[in-house]
């Protein structure tokens, strides 16, 4: 069973049981942090692809529904992420057109087979 945390649109329209944060991408990476001090697990990773955090404001993470004890190594990971994706995010103006196509982009990477 997992949890799929989510600030894209896209990804709430197609799988409703995502857990959807009005967000940017940092937030969706702190909120991941917060689970896996819980005692989440990391089941996709925070900067899977080649999609820059400057290069898109969608991300999905998936991480497991059961709780065990802190994985200290998905702590490091998620926490190096945070800290590569604050170097990388920057505000931009992007259309509807191009927003789209993130979307679809952090979609796949997620749930293609």
């Not at 709430?12 to 989440?40: Q, W």
């Not at 999609?51 to 702590?75: F, N």
């Amino acid at each position: 069973m997992k949890i799929v945390v989510t600030n894209n649109p896209l990804v709430r329209e197609k799988f409703p049981e995502a857990e959807f944060h009005d967000t940017d991408f940092p937030g969706v990476l702190k909120v991941v942090r917060d689970r896996i001090h819980l005692g989440h697990r990391l089941l996709t990773h925070p900067l899977s692809g080649s999609v820059k955090p400057l290069e898109t404001p969608y991300k999905t993470v998936v991480i497991s529904l059961e709780k065990g004890s802190l994985d200290e190594k998905a702590l490091l990971i998620i926490e190096d992420s945070i800290q590569s994706c604050q170097k990388f995010t920057a505000k931009r103006d992007w259309g509807e057109e191009v927003l789209a196509d993130f979307q679809l982009i952090d979609y796949d990477l997620i749930f293609s087979d």
